[in-house]
């Protein structure tokens, strides 16, 4: 594993990905980090003062009683939201967050991310389910292949490493909404 990043020691990238990280942080410099709070955030706006940003509209023409999370919750934010969010243009936005976890595939399983749901992949075929358990404050990735004699897991032996083989579930890149 390669260290990605000066600012952050927490960053790694793999080996066989060193060229496309190195491009990467040649490119880009880390401004700044946001952690999404563990606690309900205070101080948003009443909702009848507040004004959608991307559809302009204010309450009453706009209502806002839905949670607009600035960071989708699936990526395990539950508290980080936004007070400038109709509740239409929230129900639009949220309509790539499918598309958005099928993406991701089991990424958020393996990384222990704890979203609205327990996180669940069940890609067709090969793992019948993964899933991030709890108990007695444990955590525990169980992953269930549905057929024993199949190629899902790969053990080497000589870098004691297991790699799990599996198709990621349809996604859209670029989902087009008509949203306005």
Not at 87 to 111: P, T, V
Not at 114 to 122: D, I, N, R, V
């Amino acid at each position: 594993m390669i260290n990605a990043s000066t600012v952050n020691p927490y960053y790694f990238y793999p080996d066989q990905y060193r060229e496309m990280g190195e491009s990467f942080f040649d490119s880009y410099e880390l401004e700044r980090e946001v952690y999404c709070p563990t606690k309900k955030m205070i101080g948003l706006k009443p909702k009848n003062d507040r004004q959608c940003r991307f559809c302009d509209k204010k309450s009453p023409y706009v209502s806002f009683h839905k949670i607009a999370h600035i960071i989708p919750e699936l990526l395990g934010n539950h508290y980080l939201v936004s007070d400038y969010e109709c509740d239409q243009c929230n129900e639009k936005f949220g309509r790539y967050e499918n598309d958005f976890a099928n993406y991701l595939g089991i990424a958020r399983i393996i990384q222990s991310v704890k979203g609205k749901k327990q996180p669940k992949f069940k890609p067709n075929g090969h793992i019948s389910m993964a899933t991030v358990n709890d108990p007695f404050d444990g955590e525990i990735i169980e992953i269930k292949r549905t057929d024993p004699t199949n190629d899902v897991f790969e053990f080497d032996k000589e870098t004691n490493q297991t790699i799990i083989h599996f198709k990621l579930l349809p996604y859209t890149p670029l989902k087009y909404i008509n949203a306005y």
